[in-house]
């Protein structure tokens, strides 16, 4: 009994240890260097001394690695916001605006910014002698001027008085007369200027 008493402590003890010991680790080989030769006509596994020496027409071929593709940086591109003339149109042979000239003229002062000039052109129909149409022009430009003053803008402002020119519709109608009486507003920033 005591034999057996003996056996039952000692059993799990060395299965214990068994179990406990740990296999001796297998450091990680490098891979190995395989050489291919073409030997009697057929590509076979050579050692470094019994490939072929490679020719002035052997032809070495690299592996693909995989590649990353690099985009460039790109500088921020500048946005470039083309803001058309506003107009304001006039009524026949007076500097009295007609249509809803307020609000073209509130457009200008939400979209004028600090930096920009501001050119003022004022045009007439065919009808008239020249010299009258010049001065109607004027007269047109200096209203707009003065308005545009009056809603606080103090960008540097330059008038134009054209007179019967540059016609955005023939004058045979009311209509297109009606178009051609007008003033128009152009932004000019400080990149035009200098040009």
């Given at each position: 009994m005591k034999r057996a008493l003996a056996a039952c402590l000692v059993a799990p003890a060395f299965l214990a240890g068994c179990v406990s010991m740990s296999q001796p680790r297998q450091e990680d080989e490098p891979p190995q260097r395989v050489n291919v030769g073409w030997i009697k006509r057929d590509w076979r596994v050579c050692n470094e001394d019994e490939c072929p020496k490679p020719t002035p027409k052997t032809v070495v071929i690299t592996p693909p690695q995989a590649q990353v593709a690099i985009k460039p940086i790109e500088p921020p591109k500048q946005t470039v916001?083309?803001?058309?003339?506003?107009?304001?149109?006039?009524d026949f042979a007076k500097a009295v605006p007609v249509g809803d000239w307020k609000h073209a003229l509130e457009t200008v002062e939400?979209?004028?910014a600090p930096s920009d000039s501001l050119l003022i052109k004022a045009y007439t129909d065919d009808l008239g002698s020249e010299r009258y149409n010049d001065r109607l022009a004027r007269q047109r430009a200096a209203f707009v001027l003065s308005q545009l003053k009056a809603l606080g803008i103090k960008n540097p402002m330059e008038v134009k008085a054209k007179g019967k020119c540059c016609y955005?519709?023939?004058?045979d109608t009311d209509a297109g007369r009606a178009a051609n009486r007008r003033a128009e507003v152009h932004f000019i920033t400080p990149k035009e200027i200098n040009k």
């Open positions: 916001t083309v803001r058309e003339p506003v107009v304001v149109h006039f939400r979209q004028v955005v519709a023939p004058n």
